[in-house]
């Protein structure tokens, strides 16, 4: 079974528009990080945003906001005002604590989504 | 400061070489990951150091894959007898060292074996 499942390939929105990108997640582990990073054309990984699992509150990152439902095991990311230079793959990762080794040590990732913004 | 850098940035190879891929990461920072990027697999993850400790090696696909860290900095990952299903974009990330923190990518090699 899929840990990270991203259900959107490819998104249009309109520049100024606030975007969600969906991420669902599988885990068992009571300690667990969700990611997000963004990957434009250029090919390069950059870090977005991060939110653990015991944390009370929603992560916040400029225009980035995380939505983390918990009892759903779902960690949309929210863009606000969207930007051209927001066009790219998005890709929400996880990383779980107790269940880690045996290969589980480093992020596991969801098939992304392409988000394309629209002037 | 400096991000993490790799290179080559781009490799070209025939089947059945071995190739080298080096990794520097961010100053400071003592875990290091191995990640592979494919058109069908996605984003893999590979191998993490910690530190000086011996690797987790059972993320690796094959045993033609070994990586190795020297002094707790550089790393370096080794595919021997290169096949076409290895070409892909090797991805090396570094972080401050606890499990959840966040981790800072390179920009890749990408490896084509042909």
């Known amino acids: 079974a899929q840990k990270i499942t991203q259900t959107q390939p490819g998104m249009f929105v309109q520049e100024k528009e606030a975007v969600t990108l969906d991420c669902t997640y599988d885990?068992?582990?009571?300690?667990?990080?969700l990611f997000w990073y963004k990957q434009p054309s250029s090919g390069e990984m950059i870090f977005l945003i991060y939110q653990g699992s015991y944390d009370q509150q929603n992560a916040t990152e400029g225009r980035y906001s995380l939505n983390f439902q918990k009892a759903r095991k779902s960690a949309n990311l929210v863009i606000s005002a969207s930007q051209l230079g927001d066009s790219a793959m998005y890709f929400c990762?996880?990383?779980?604590?107790?269940?880690?080794?045996?290969?589980?040590?480093?992020?596991?990732f969801g098939k992304g989504t392409h988000l394309i913004i629209q002037p | 400061g400096a991000g993490v850098s790799q290179s080559p940035s781009n490799k070209v190879t025939e089947k059945g070489k071995d190739v080298e891929l080096r990794c520097d990461p961010i100053s400071g920072h003592t875990a290091l990951y191995w990640y592979r990027q494919s058109l069908g697999q996605g984003l893999e993850f590979l191998i993490y150091?910690?530190?000086?400790?011996?690797?987790?090696k059972s993320g690796l696909p094959s045993d033609r894959f070994s990586a190795e860290r020297t002094g707790g900095s550089v790393s370096t990952l080794t595919i021997q007898r290169t096949q076409q299903e290895d070409s892909a974009v090797y991805l090396c990330a570094s972080s401050l060292g606890l499990a959840l923190n966040e981790q800072y990518f390179g920009p890749g090699t990408r490896l084509t074996v042909t």
């Open positions: 885990t068992s582990d009571p300690s667990y990080g």
């Open positions: 990762a996880m990383r779980e604590l107790m269940y880690s080794g045996g290969g589980a040590d480093g992020l596991t």
């Open positions: 150091f910690q530190g000086n400790s011996a690797p987790d």
